[in-house]
């Protein structure tokens, strides 16, 4: 069993910040890739930034320079620096990842995604 809880959203006012926070737990064995995506009201799910077990990031384009994600030192974790906010990233975040798990008698690969925390921005 792998759990993903996030935590950290809320509201902020337009040019504010806000800090997400993504702990995964269970029987990890690796992470290939964690990160976030986002799903407006009526819009479809889209990525936001994601960090590989190398350090690679990767970004959507209306957050590049805004958002930061970087992943934890010790466990299985994630984080989402949002800065500079605007309305238009109101949405709920989504905490993914791309884990090796160990089962009873080997290991799996699997996708794995989080509750969903809402961010909202607006003054």
């Known amino acids: 069993q792998v759990q993903l809880v996030e935590s950290g959203g809320g509201l902020a006012q337009p040019g504010g910040s806000l800090r997400l926070s993504c702990a995964a737990s269970g029987t990890i064995f690796s992470v290939n890739t964690m990160g976030w995506y986002r799903q407006a009201p009526g819009k479809e799910r889209e990525l936001v930034a994601r960090?590989?077990?190398?350090?690679?990031?990767d970004y959507l384009d209306a957050v590049k320079g805004r958002f930061t994600v970087s992943s934890g030192n010790a466990g299985y974790a994630v984080f989402l620096q949002m800065n500079s906010l605007r309305p238009e990233d109101t949405a709920v975040y989504y905490c993914?990842?791309?884990?090796?798990?160990?089962?009873?008698?080997?290991?799996?690969?699997?996708?794995?995604w989080g509750q969903g925390t809402k961010v909202t921005v607006s003054s």
């Open positions: 993914n990842a791309d884990l090796v798990v160990a089962t009873t008698w080997s290991y799996e690969e699997d996708n794995y």
């Open positions: 960090i590989t077990k190398d350090g690679d990031t």
